[in-house]
């Protein structure tokens, strides 16, 4: 299993990358600000589709969202209670 974390943006938070060993699909987790490290970490995995799953709605956690949905199509998770915040 793979499991690599991103730390950086303005508040220093940390997005996850999970895999598993033989899964095609990869788990974005609260893909912040630091869109290009982000995509260079994933740029080394191979796989076909992506699920972004949120914590929660703060902005340090979701600025990616949009960009990697659109970017790699891809599936987005958040919790309703935290749909009107986002």
């Not at 960009?67 to 935290?82: L, T």
Request: proline residues 2%.
């Amino acid at each position: 299993m793979l499991i690599e974390v991103i730390t950086g943006g303005a508040f220093v938070e940390n997005t996850y990358i999970i895999k598993g060993d033989k899964s095609k699909e990869i788990i974005l987790i609260d893909p912040g600000s630091q869109i290009a490290d982000i995509e260079e970490a994933i740029k080394k995995i191979s796989f076909d589709k992506m699920y972004i799953v949120n914590t929660h709605a703060h902005l340090d956690h979701v600025y990616g969202v949009e960009y990697f949905k659109k970017k790699h199509s891809a599936d987005f998770y958040i919790h309703k209670n935290e749909l009107p915040i986002l």
